[in-house]
T-cell receptor, first 112, second 113 residues
Framework: EAGVTQSPTHLIKTRGQQATLRCSPI?????VYWYQQALGLGLQFLLW???????NRGNFPPRFSGRQFPNYSSELNVNALELEDSALYLC???????????FGQGTRLTVV | DAKTTQPNSMESNEEEPVHLPCNHS???????IHWYRQLPSQGPEYVIH???SNVNNRMASLAIAEDRKSSTLILHRATLRDAAVYYC??????????????FGKGTRLHILP
């Protein structure tokens, strides 16, 4: 069974541009979580989607947004990119709210 | 803010048991205790979780204090491949719970050959 897949693996953007990151959860999982991990730091909670709705978001500005599609895949959009947005963005999925979560390998976003 | 407190780092010798502590003094009755680990250059992976009773799986054991305000992840025989950052988090299956699923800074476990 395929795990959580994220695309692209790496993404390089210039400051001010927009980035779109994608996540496909494990089949049957309805909850998707997004985290940001800056180099050498811990995971910062970004967004949680469940059954197509945004359930909660972390302390990030509105230019970080996303959505969950009917097939439960998800997109994270980052507008007006800033240099400090450079980080590893991790997506995780779970079968139900707060049960065991499975993480993807992440998208490395570099803003230059 | 993270609801759990863990030591920043720990060291252990290879092939010896490792006990990783976690304090969660504000745990609620419905919070499950989850442990994840993140190996270098990889996404986090699930290790184990429990509610009240001690739990065992092929990776580790989880010992939960009687008052549930602390827990210990036990790696019975550490190998070099166990070197990682270990995260202890609380999560609840309650609906409408304002829980941001916070990961703390975790414990960086160093295994000495």
């Amino acid at each position: 069974e395929a795990g959580v897949t994220q695309s692209p693996t790496h993404l390089i953007k210039t400051r001010g541009q927009q980035a779109t990151l994608r996540c496909s959860p494990i089949s049957g999982h309805t909850s998707v979580y997004w985290y940001q991990q800056a180099l050498g730091l811990g995971l910062q909670f970004l967004l949680w989607y469940d059954e197509g709705e945004e359930r909660n978001r972390g302390n990030f500005p509105p230019r970080f947004s996303g959505r969950q599609f009917p097939n439960y895949s998800s997109e994270l959009n980052v507008n007006a990119l800033e240099l400090e947005d450079s980080a590893l963005y991790l997506c995780a999925s779970s079968l139900q709210r707060y049960t065991e979560a499975f993480f993807g390998q992440g998208t490395r976003l570099t803003v230059v | 803010d993270a609801k759990t407190t863990q030591p920043n780092s720990m060291e252990s010798n290879e092939e010896e048991p490792v006990h990783l502590p976690c304090n969660h003094s504000t745990i609620s009755g419905t919070d499950y205790i989850h442990w994840y680990r993140q190996l270098p250059s990889q996404g986090p992976e699930y290790v184990i979780h429990g509610l009240t009773s001690n739990v065992n799986n092929r990776m580790a054991s989880l010992a939960i204090a009687e008052d549930r305000k602390s827990s210990t992840l036990i790696l019975h025989r550490a190998t070099l491949r166990d070197a990682a950052v270990y995260y202890c988090i609380l999560s609840s299956p309650l609906l409408n719970r304002d829980d941001k699923i916070i990961f703390g800074k975790g414990t960086r476990l160093h295994i000495l050959p």
